[in-house]
């Protein structure tokens, strides 16, 4: 039975590879509109929530793929690192969220700019940071992003509007959501949610987990984090409604695979079925590579060939990295302030210059 | 696993005849001493010598630790029944002076961020959760400000809370809480309230955790008046210090190290609570007097190691109460070496250092023969790069030509 349905698979799709081969090529290049559903509807909480039919381009598709392929790469290189000790301190992994950046990316310009917490390598990436820098930076050497000085939680881009990269949070949202709304300033507050804070489960640290709804006055939608799309469509909404009202919130119903960070192993407030379930269903590169797939943008080869380009450009990023030179001593004092370490003092009698040096 | 005695009629696993006597001799004193709440401390010194006083400066038993650096001969085969007490790492020690205080007093309760069920991020509550239950464990959300302001309304309506900054460098974002509340709260109330809290956590420079998870909190919480710092620096004086801590009525800030949890120690099996005052001796010594405290000590040891090889024999105090000094110990040291080192991990700028470095100045100036040196770390934020990290704080090198330097 099986045998035969394959066969008549295979006697369909023979001849007509041709022929899609001739439209793809057609179609992968021009920027022709697909229509796409989100996986959810959008819940909203005062306001009216954005069609879930998402309009995008084959482009895009292979863009989403390209960069998701990048930025998972990317992670479970910084784990293997890690684990060699190349990396060290901490180290907090962002694989299974891709979709958020690269769908923020997606409705946003580099004009607009985004502030982060401590899982900032992809959004680093998204935001047009190079992969040499962001290795060599958790490697702690010169060419680093913040040169070595900041390390994984301290990743910069001034000239894309990125502003980091912080290691301490807490409670900061709340208090400038008040002061967002108050004065009607266009900013977005995206909660990440990928369902724990380090090891305690969401419902236990929130009294009410639906964080979209916490705004209260300020309107909040509900998105699926996993689904790129979703996430394009939710953020463009998202820009007109904060350019014209006020903030809004968004919540992002995402995954991390890894732990927390590399020294929490993930396993020890979740099962291993809640991982790799979340991981078969609901993963954001599958589900881009389904959607190019079924749109007969590209082909199941091509797509692995484009993952096989990463992983070498990664690798060598990784091994341009390695090579490249520690900081000097002398950079342990260099951009403490503006104008440099060593600044004059005068003595008591306003002669004697001092040098500030330890 | 450790034997705990609570007061009398606890069993213990003590095997030796000697430790036996110790046992009886210890609770038949232990009643009368447990019950007196207030400014009482007994001292426990290592060859079993009891002596108790009020205050801590009646039973002031010197208290010689000669091998300062946890020694690693101790993980060799030595088979447990021969030496009287237990082998624990400075994170079980922690835990278990929290648990022996959790037992003695049902209003010791401790909350943090992943204390409870995670069992604490460098496993200091392991296992307290299921124990004591969700509400005396409690695993709060991440917002230091309000659960440390819970903390201190805790203790103002009569319970002993211990707050767990997962990293101290968090505890910035309850820093109104601790200056205002904890430190101020006694005094603008007459008197009315007390806030017998303790609030603690890692802090220090690690291995290249970055510059905000790499803060000494000693040098911004050490002006704030009406509460007392502690750092701990050994498994054995990290659970005397916690116990010391719980049983005060003042807020007591206890720092520990991120480097220092591993840490490996032979501590005897019978209760003991350390003074939160004193200082502690190391290494008597009489050319130069090293002052030091939380990881800074095991860099000084090494750094004494080279210099008693070099013919110089340097005295280590480890103040471990950072607020207030005990400038008697370091006076009594001062007046017969005449010559002071701090080494610290702060930064220079308004350090630990630079206030103790102000405290002796001021009281000991005519027994000083050279101007007192202080090495502490750089001013700058820590880089994560491991060199530059390593510049950052003090290395031992460093601490031997400051005492040559001193010394000529």
């Known amino acids: 039975m099986a045998l035969s349905t394959n066969r008549t698979v295979n006697q369909l799709l023979k001849p007509l590879t041709a022929a899609i081969s001739a439209t793809r090529c057609l179609s992968s290049d021009s920027t022709s509109i697909i229509t796409v559903e989100s996986s959810l509807p959008f819940t909203s909480h005062k306001i009216d929530p954005p069609s879930r039919a998402v309009e995008t381009s084959p482009n895009e598709l292979m863009t989403f793929f390209k960069d998701m392929a990048e930025m998972r790469r990317m992670e479970i290189a910084a784990d293997s690192l890690y684990k060699a000790k190349l990396i060290r301190g901490f180290c907090h992994l962002y694989d299974g969220q891709e979709a958020v950046a690269v769908g923020m990316e997606a409705a946003i310009t580099k004009k607009d700019c985004i502030i982060t917490a401590y899982r900032d390598h ?108 979703a996430v394009k469509q939710a953020c463009k909404f998202a820009k007109e409604h904060a350019l014209k009202n006020g903030p809004i919130i968004l919540e992002m119903d995402t995954y991390r695979y890894h732990g927390h960070s590399m020294s929490d192993p993930g396993s020890t407030y979740r099962t291993r079925d809640e991982i790799s379930g979340v991981r078969q269903e609901r993963d954001p590169i599958e589900r881009i590579r389904k959607l190019i797939l079924a749109h007969d943008v590209a082909t199941e080869k091509e797509l692995k060939d484009i993952e096989k380009e990463k992983r070498k450009v990664v690798d060598e990023a990784i091994a341009k990295a390695k090579e490249s030179p520690m900081p000097d001593p002398s950079d342990l004092f260099t951009n403490v302030y503006v104008k440099g370490f060593g600044v004059e003092v005068f003595g008591p009698d306003r002669k004697e210059v001092r040098a500030t040096l330890p | ?347 220079r700028t308004g350090g630990i250092g630079a206030s103790l470095t102000a405290a002796i100045t001021e009281n000991f100036h005519d027994y000083l023969d050279a101007p007192i040196v202080c090495l502490s770390s750089q001013d700058v934020p820590t880089p994560y790069a491991g060199t530059l990290e390593n510049w950052t704080v003090v290395q031992p090198p460093q601490i031997v030509t400051a005492v040559e330097q001193l010394c000529q």
Not at chain 2, 3 to 31: M, R, W, Y
Not at chain 2, 72 to 88: F, M, R
Not at chain 2, 104 to 120: A, F, I, S
Not at chain 2, 273 to 295: D, F, K, Q
Request: charged letters at 20%; proline letters at 4%; aromatic letters at 8%.
């Open chain 1, 122 to 229: 992809c959004i680093y990436l998204a935001r047009g940071g190079g992969l040499y820098e962001s290795f060599a930076e958790l490697m702690g050497r010169k060419d680093g992003c913040s040169k070595g000085k900041g390390g994984s939680m301290h990743f910069y881009k001034k000239e894309s509007g990125f502003y980091g990269g912080h290691g301490i949070v807490g409670a900061q949202v709340p208090l400038g959501l008040n002061m967002a709304a108050l004065w009607d300033l266009p900013a977005i507050l995206v909660c990440e949610n990928n369902h724990y804070g380090m090891g305690t489960a969401e419902w236990r640290a929130a009294k009410s987990p639906a964080y979209y709804k916490r705004g209260d006055y300020v309107p909040g939608l509900k998105v699926d984090g996993m689904d790129a799309l």
């Open chain 2, 1 to 347: 696993m450790a034997a705990i005695i609570q007061g009398i009629g606890a069993a213990t696993a003590l095997t030796s005849p000697n430790s036996l006597d110790i046992k009886k001799s210890f609770l038949s004193i232990s009643p009368r001493s447990l019950s007196v709440r207030k400014g009482s401390s007994f001292v426990v010194s290592s060859d079993g010598r009891l002596s108790y006083g009020l205050n801590g400066r009646g039973g002031r038993a010197e208290h010689f630790i000669t091998n300062a650096v946890a020694a690693k001969e101790d993980t060799a085969a030595a088979s447990t029944s021969s030496k009287p007490g237990h082998e624990l790492l400075l994170f079980e020690a922690l835990r278990e002076g929290l648990e022996e205080e959790m037992d003695r007093d049902p209003t010791v309760c401790v909350m943090g961020e992943d204390v409870g069920h995670y069992g604490g991020s460098y496993k200091v509550t392991k296992g307290l959760a299921p124990k004591y239950g969700d509400l005396r464990v409690l695993d709060t959300p991440i917002a230091e400000n309000s659960f440390t302001g819970m903390g201190i309304g805790a203790a103002m309506t009569g319970l002993r809370p211990v707050v767990e900054g997962m990293n101290m460098g968090f505890l910035l974002l309850a820093f109104n809480q601790i200056s205002n509340n904890c430190g101020m709260l006694h005094y603008t109330s007459g008197g009315q309230f007390k806030i017998p809290i303790v609030i603690r956590g890692p802090g220090g420079v690690g291995r290249q955790l970055g510059a905000e998870h790499s803060q000494r909190l000693e040098s911004y919480f050490q002006s704030i008046p009406g509460i007392q710092m502690v750092a701990c620096s050994t498994p054995y004086n990290a659970k005397g210090l916690m116990k010391a801590a719980i049983r005060s009525d003042n807020p007591v800030i206890l720092f520990e190290h991120v480097l220092l949890y591993n840490l490996k120690e032979r501590i005897q099996d019978e209760e003991y609570v350390l003074n939160l005052e004193e200082a502690e001796m190391v290494r008597p010594g009489e050319h130069v007097t090293i002052l030091t405290y939380s990881r800074m000590r095991y860099h000084v040891m090494q750094a004494a190691k080279t210099l008693v090889n070099k013919g110089y024999d340097p005295e280590v105090i480890d103040i471990r109460s950072l607020k207030p000094f005990d400038l008697y110990t370091i006076g009594k040291s001062v007046k017969k070496t005449h010559r002071v080192l701090i080494v610290e991990e702060c930064m």
